[in-house]
C-alpha cells in the first residue's frame, strides 16, 4: 500500500496552525475537522487502474478459474455440514503438491486492525503472516490478509490452484467489483496477481472458501484467536482510512441519534419502548433498515398497526379520553374503565390468542398484534 499522504499543496497556504484569533472565530468547526481528516486519508481508490477496464475484467476473461463457495444458512445442521466440507476439503488438499491453502482472519481492538493468515503447501513449511493497522475498517483488514495470503501462494513454484478459506467473503467478493468502492488499491493488487497466476498455465484457479467465526472449523478458529490476541500500541500521528472516516461519522451520527431519540420530549412521553432477545431497550439503527423495520416491514397492515400501538396513537380509549374527552373511552370488554395500550395487551379477554405473556418484547410484540389483527386497527376498516 502506497502511504505516501496525498497531495495537499493548497492547504500550506492556509495552514490551519498559522491562523489568526479572528480567523479562527470565522471558520466553521466542520471546515477544520474536514481538513484534519483529508490531510491523514490515505489512498483507497483507484477507479482509473488497467485491472478494471471493461476489456481487461478478470471476472470475463477468466471466468471458470475462480468459484466461492457459501454456507447455506437456511439448510438444516448448516454448521455441521460446512465444518465436515472443510475437513474433506483440507485432506484432499494436503495430498496434493500442487495446491496451495491459504486461511486469514482479522479482528480490531482499539481501532488497531490485526490480520493473520496461514499458508500451507505440501512439502513446505507454514508460513504465519501478521500485519497490524490503525484506523481502518475490519472489511480492508480481511482483504488485506486475502492479498497477502494470494500473493505468497502465487510466488510458490509449481502451484496450480490456491484455496482461500476467509470469515469474510463479502471482502473476498469486493475483489472483484469493478464498481467504485475504497477497497480499490487492494482489489487492483490481487487482481494484477490473479491475471498473472491465470495466465501463466489455463489450468490454475482460485476458490474461495466461506468460513464464519461461529463454526469454530479447527484450523480458522486458531487464527480467529491468534487475531485478537495482540496488545498493540497505536503509534500518532496515524492516516486514516477514508472508510474508516465515513464509519466514524456515521456512528457518530448514529449516537446522537440514540442521544436524541432517548429524550422523552423528542419521542413522545407515550412511545413504546421494546426489548430484543438479549432484553436490552431497542435502539435506532440504519443497518438493515432498523431494528424495527427489519421485524414487521414486509407488510403494510403489521405496520401500520405496529406504529400505532407504539405510538399510542391508536382508536382506542386512552387516545379518545386525551384529544376526544367527550366521546366513549371505557373498554368494550367492561371490565376496564378506560381502553389502555397496557390492557389490551396484557388484560384484554378479547385480544388472548397468543399465549407467551413477554409482550415487552419485539418479537412477541410483533406475533401478539399478528395474532390480533383487531388490535390497534380501525375496525371500520
Known sequence: MNDDPPSHKTYKAHNIG????????????????????????????????????????????????????????????????CCQELDDLTLHCSSE???????????IKNNIATSVLHVHSVNQPLIKTVHHASFITSTEAELFAIRC????????????????????????????????????????????ELHSFFSSNEDNIIEFWECPSKLRWKF???????????????SYPSKTSWDFCKKSDADESANMWKMTFQASDRKGTHFLDLL?????????????????????????????????AITNHAPIGEYRLRF?????????CNNYPIETRRHILHDCQRFSRYWNLRRDMLKHFVMFLTTNPNAFAFIDN
Open 220 to 234: 480458522h478458529h486458531d487464527i480467529n484467536k491468534d487475531s485478537k490476541s495482540f496488545l498493540v500500541t497505536p
Open 149 to 192: 495470503g494470494i500473493n505468497q501462494a502465487c510466488s510458490l513454484d509449481h502451484i496450480n490452484k490456491i484455496v482461500v478459506v476467509t470469515g469474510s467473503i463479502h471482502a473476498a467478493k469486493k475483489i472483484f467489483d469493478s464498481g467504485l468502492h475504497p477497497y480499490q488499491i487492494h482489489s487492483a493488487a490481487i487482481l494484477k
Open 276 to 308: 430484543d432477545d438479549d432484553l436490552n431497550v431497542i435502539e435506532p439503527s440504519y443497518a438493515k433498515g432498523g431494528p424495527w423495520l427489519q421485524t414487521f416491514g414486509h407488510s403494510n397492515s403489521l405496520c401500520a398497526q405496529v406504529v400505532r
Open 324 to 332: 376526544f374527552p367527550n366521546m366513549e373511552f371505557a373498554c368494550p
Open 97 to 107: 503438491s500442487n495446491t496451495t491453502f491459504v486461511i486469514s482472519d482479522a479482528s
Open 18 to 81: 498559522s491562523l489568526t484569533n479572528r480567523q479562527r472565530s470565522l471558520t466553521k468547526d466542520h471546515i477544520v475537522d474536514s481538513n484534519i481528516k483529508s490531510y491523514g486519508i490515505f489512498p483507497s481508490f483507484s477507479p482509473l487502474d488497467p485491472e478494471f477496464l471493461p476489456s481487461h475484467l478478470i471476472i470475463d476473461i477468466f471466468s471458470n478459474c475462480l468459484s466461492f463457495n457459501l454456507v447455506n444458512k437456511k439448510e438444516k445442521n448448516h454448521i455441521k455440514i
